[in-house]
Every structure is written in C-alpha cells, then in structure tokens.
C-alpha cells in the first residue's frame, strides 16, 4: 500500500531543483536532491540521498483540474500539484517529508498528507523531525 502527500503551489513560484536544494540547505534535514530532476515534468522516481543513506521518493508533477478542484477550498489560488508517493519505507518518508516541508516553508506550499487539514509550518518541522528518528535518521 502506498502512502500519498499532496504539495499545492502556485505554477509562478515552482521552485527549480537547484532553487529547492538552497531552500533544503536552509532547514535542519541534510537531503540531497538529484539536480537533474525537472521539479515541474516530474514523473515517477526521484533519487535523493537523506543523512547518507540513497533513498528517493516517488514525484508526480500534477496540475489537472480534477485534482485541484478536489481540494479547492483547501489551497485557494494555488495551480499545480507534486503529489509524493511511497511505501513502507521510512527513508521514503522522511524524503517526502523534506521536501514537503521545505515546499511549504520556502514556497508556501500547501501540503496535506492523504487529505488531511494542513499542519501550522512549526507542527510540520516537529512531525518531520520525528519521522527522521523513526527512520533512524540524524539532524545536520
């Protein structure tokens, strides 16, 4: 079964990869993105390296207007969508969470997890936080 965490933004603020590392480079994760990847052609999975350990994280780059009008009153204005996917791997997660975070932190991103109402951003750091012991991952 296959875990899914939605990031809405606006298509005008769609962060390159390069422009999300230096935004990863400013909170407390230590998550290499693979500069190759195009954030907004997105499809399938991306390769990341979390603390050391090569891991990745499926993204999907979505902007149809089925699933932006499913979450209308959720994010407002925003136009497209990186839908993250995973399994049970926690190295999975904690890439998801990164750079979920990172997207709402730096990109005003809004991100729910499976149609959750969205957490406040020092929420969303702890939550990350704690995914990142689960996994038996460290903090920079």
């Known amino acids: 079964m296959s875990n899914e965490q939605f990031a809405f933004l606006r298509r005008n603020t769609l ?3 390069k ?4 935004a990863i480079g400013e ?4 998550l290499t993105l693979d500069p190759a990847t ?3 052609t997105a499809v399938g999975f991306v390769p990341c ?3 050391g350990v090569e891991s990745g994280v499926e ?5 149809s207007t089925d699933l932006l009008e499913q979450f209308r009153e959720m994010i407002g204005d925003r136009d497209c969508c990186l ?3 995973w399994g049970g791997d926690m190295a999975e997660c904690t890439c998801a969470m990164v750079l979920s975070y990172t997207l709402a932190k730096h990109f005003d991103a809004i991100v729910t997890y499976d149609g959750e109402p969205p957490s ?7 939550e990350t936080i704690s995914i990142h012991k689960d996994a038996k991952l460290t903090l920079r």
């Open 27 to 30: 909170t407390p994760f230590a």
């Open 83 to 85: 839908v993250f996917r």
């Open 15 to 17: 962060p390159t990869a």
């Open 38 to 40: 195009d954030i907004a």
């Open 49 to 51: 390296t979390i603390c």
């Open 120 to 126: 406040d951003i020092d929420t969303f750091r702890d």
């Open 19 to 22: 422009s999300l590392q230096a």
């Open 59 to 63: 993204i999907d780059f979505d902007d």
